[in-house]
């Protein structure tokens, strides 16, 4: 009976094993795809431009270097604004009237107003990672500021027309530009961890350092639950003409998108997990009933 029970075990083990290795591949996969899935949808509008828009500066929460900058459609096909806040961060009217409001990550490039603007969303499957058309990798502390904002939801922000919000706006481009190492495009040159409103807010949360907040961001995390079911892109933009060679590239901005943009969600690796424990669980407590009934 003891070498019954034995053998028994070891074949259970090798299983569970199985399972559990197969629960976090294939959870990861899922991610990579429901990712990639979102990046194709956004970058084959427009007849593959991506999303086709005006940038706006002037009267929209933008200081005299940085700040909110409106993105407004120029073109017929419109993305998913499911993570904005509609009213705050958002408009999802048609034509010139949809619009949402981005930050700029890569302040070495210009954006200009009243100029057609093409942006398709960058992502690496193998990297897992976004980034600038210079190459540099989006942080986490910026995704998690980002979808904050978008949600309407971040924590000493003015969401109020006025001097406030450019306040705020100016304090939150600053941090991001921190964050991303571009220290020599900060309005206040002496920003850090303890004097600007958005930093200290990362740099007092639990449980999270500064190492943390300034990792390579993977859009197919959600970092244990920190960002919901939100995924944050850089938007790599460039001039919206055939006729210009070669194409001018314009600066890239942030955008932010709930689950499977529009699809179902994808479980995450732990709900996999738990979803295989309880089948095989349940498969063997039926394995000792047919034995004990002697079937």
Known sequence: MLYENTMRHHRIFPLLMSALLLTLISGSVFADLATQTIVNTFNSMNNGKGYVFQAQTSNTYYGQFSGEVR??????????????????????????????????????????????????LSYNSSANTTTTSYGNTLKVGVAYLYKEFAAG???????????????????????????????ANLVNSATSWTNNTFLQQLNGMAGYNQAFWLASYDPASNYGGLMGDAK?????????????????????LLYVVRGGGGGSDVPEPASILLWTLGSLGAAGMAYRKRKAAGK
């Open 71 to 120: 993105l407004i459609n120029s073109g017929t096909n419109t993305p998913n604004l499911s993570a904005y806040n509609i009213g705050k961060t958002a408009s999802s009217g048609t034509g010139s009237n949809f619009f949402f409001q981005s930050f700029c990550v890569e302040p070495e490039r210009s954006l200009y107003e009243n100029e057609n603007t093409a942006g398709k």
């Open 153 to 183: 939801n971040l924590a000493g922000y003015n969401y109020t027309y006025g001097n406030g919000r450019v306040n705020s706006a100016v304090l939150l481009q600053d941090a991001i530009w921190f964050l991303l190492g571009k220290t």
């Open 232 to 252: 944050v892109f850089v938007m790599n933009n460039q001039f919206d003409t055939l006729a210009r060679s070669p194409v001018a590239l314009r600066q890239d």
